[in-house]
């Protein structure tokens, strides 16, 4: 099932063009960031290369 929020991290990723400025944005930490994009990436069963 998708996570809309986790979504929401990474498209703000996707915009700011890196970790430190997409948490910026999001006003949290870049672990979080991190996280969040991580647990998209599970949700859609994607592997990391």
Not at 13 to 35: C, D, P
Not at 36 to 46: P, V
């Amino acid at each position: 099932m998708l996570d809309w929020d986790s979504l929401r991290y990474f498209s703000a990723f996707a915009r700011e063009g890196s970790l430190a400025a997409a948490a910026r944005y999001l006003g949290v930490e870049h672990a979080t960031v991190v996280r969040r994009i991580a647990a998209l990436e599970a949700s859609l069963n994607m592997n990391r290369i």
